[in-house]
T-cell receptor, first 113, second 116 residues
Framework: AQSVSQHNHHVILSEAASLELGCNYSYGGTVNLFWYVQYPGQHLQLLLK??????LVKGIKGFEAEFIKSKFSFNLRKPSVQWSDTAEYFCAVNGGSQGNLIFGKGTKLSVKP | GAVVSQHPSWVICKSGTSVKIECRSL??????MFWYRQFPKQSLMLMATSNEGSKATYEQGVEKDKFLINHASLTLSTLTVTSAHPEDSSFYICSARDGDRYNEQFFGPGTRLTVL
């Protein structure tokens, strides 16, 4: 079965630190990959997505992710985090039998001011 | 564009009552809508897939008689939690897929259900 693994459950950083959140997937077909963010008390928002082409994808709010097919990975990065980046981050792949997204368990990011 | 709304945003009900949650695509036609459930501090789990004009497809372990889904039009799907119990308390999120942008899903803001 298709699955998405997010390695870090909770990441705590200070402002201006660099961020990298890991995401690995298991799916043998053509993949579309997504990173979503969920701020406290709010709904899911799309950060970025990869469908094809340049494996380095740039999203909103300074986030980027790199698709490495050989490693089945799609790690999220940001060079310098801000306190406002405190949120839960979900990696997802469109590998469901119904065309649905399969989500990782999420990584909680806490940024200390 | 690609806005999905849910109503209500939160609801509190007594055990044994039924609750209906609406999911609407506001500016596109959603051939498919998905209903997810998110438990506290956990990920989203797919409950069912709803295709306009046909019966919903439920994931294993999801009771179709308890979670009634109706996708009567290309812009509206409803989830009715029948005879709700405290263990049904959760965050229910819908997403909608635009027929023209098949690879993308657009998420609603979610509905927080609390069953007393």
């Amino acid at each position: 079965a298709q699955s998405v693994s997010q390695h870090n459950h909770h990441v705590i950083l200070s402002e201006a630190a660099s961020l990298e959140l890991g995401c690995n997937y298991s799916y043998g077909g053509t993949v579309n990959l997504f990173w979503y963010v969920q701020y406290p008390g709010q709904h899911l928002q799309l950060l970025l997505k990869y469908f094809s082409g340049d494996p380095l994808v740039k999203g909103i709010k300074g986030f980027e992710a790199e698709f490495i097919k050989s490693k089945f990975s799609f790690n999220l990065r940001k060079p310098s985090v801000q306190w406002s980046d405190t949120a839960e981050y979900f990696c997802a792949v469109n590998g469901g039998s119904q065309g649905n997204l399969i989500f990782g368990k999420g990584t909680k990011l806490s940024v200390k001011p | 564009g690609a806005v999905v709304s849910q109503h209500p945003s939160w609801v509190i009900c007594k055990s044994g009552t039924s609750v209906k949650i609406e999911c609407r695509s506001l500016d596109f036609q959603a051939t498919t809508m998905f209903w997810y459930r998110q438990f506290p501090k956990q990920s989203l789990m797919l409950m069912a897939t709803s295709n306009e004009g046909s019966k919903a497809t439920y994931e294993q372990g999801v009771e179709k008689d308890k979670f009634l889904i109706n996708h009567a039009s290309l812009t509206l799907s409803t989830l009715t939690v029948t005879s709700a119990h405290p263990e049904d308390s959760s965050f229910y999120i819908c997403s909608a897929r635009d027929g023209d942008r098949y690879n993308e899903q657009f998420f609603g803001p979610g509905t927080r259900l609390t069953v007393l």
